[in-house]
């Protein structure tokens, strides 16, 4: 894995207090981070594959509260799966992608606000598979922690912000690669300027 890829994942996770580097507990499999106020806050990125990283995070006591899967793309790292845990048990709820995007667009800073958006627009769908993908992203989210659930939302909105602005500059700089490409039009101006009395043009 590359640094910069590496750095990518770990801003998602970041809050008010920033992940450090730990060089005592990362190796060559897996690159630690933690925290200066908490010792057992931990963001682990572990190397499954040439490709794949499983990025887990702990809270103050330790316990694993977040399980995320990336794959290593060329440009930016790509979340391809989601689970946090259940409060007040031992398992790990997964959110799909659907569930994932309802997040970013009705997260706010406080579970409760969250909820109350889902809430408010569940309603005014009639599509029932839609229906039920609101359904279950507020019966997920009320099984997590106020603290979890904040986490998932503030890392979720970073991820997105960080694919969309990377798309937007891939865009534009295709666009502007693209402008720098003579046109039909301009070579066939060039030949015709270049062209001797007994020349034709096809």
């Not at 682990?44 to 316990?63: A, F, I, M, R, Y």
Request: glycine residues 4%; charged residues 30%.
């Amino acid at each position: 894995m590359k640094k910069e890829q590496e750095q990518q994942i770990v801003d998602y996770y970041s809050t008010t207090d920033k992940y450090i580097r730990s060089k005592l507990h990362s190796n060559a499999h897996q690159s630690v981070f933690t925290k200066e106020s908490d010792k057992y806050q931990w963001l682990v990125l572990e190397q499954k594959s040439h490709s794949e990283v499983e990025v887990t995070q702990t809270d103050n006591h330790g316990t694993i509260t977040a399980r995320d899967n990336y794959e290593l793309t060329r440009n930016i790292p790509k979340c391809v799966s989601v689970e946090r845990l259940c409060e007040g048990a031992n398992f790990q709820i997964p959110f799909n992608a659907d569930e994932i995007n309802l997040i970013y667009q009705f997260g706010e800073q406080g579970k409760a606000e969250t909820c109350a958006n889902l809430s408010a627009i569940l309603p005014q769908i009639k599509d029932s598979k839609t229906k039920q993908i609101v359904s279950a992203t507020l019966d997920k989210l009320n099984a997590l922690s106020e603290t979890s659930c904040k986490e998932l939302t503030d890392t979720t909105k970073r991820r997105k912000i960080a694919e969309r602005d990377h798309s937007i500059r891939a865009r534009l700089a295709k666009a502007k690669e693209q402008s720098k490409q003579p046109t039909v039009a301009d070579g066939k101006r060039h030949r015709t300027h270049s062209k001797g009395k007994g020349d034709m043009e096809l």
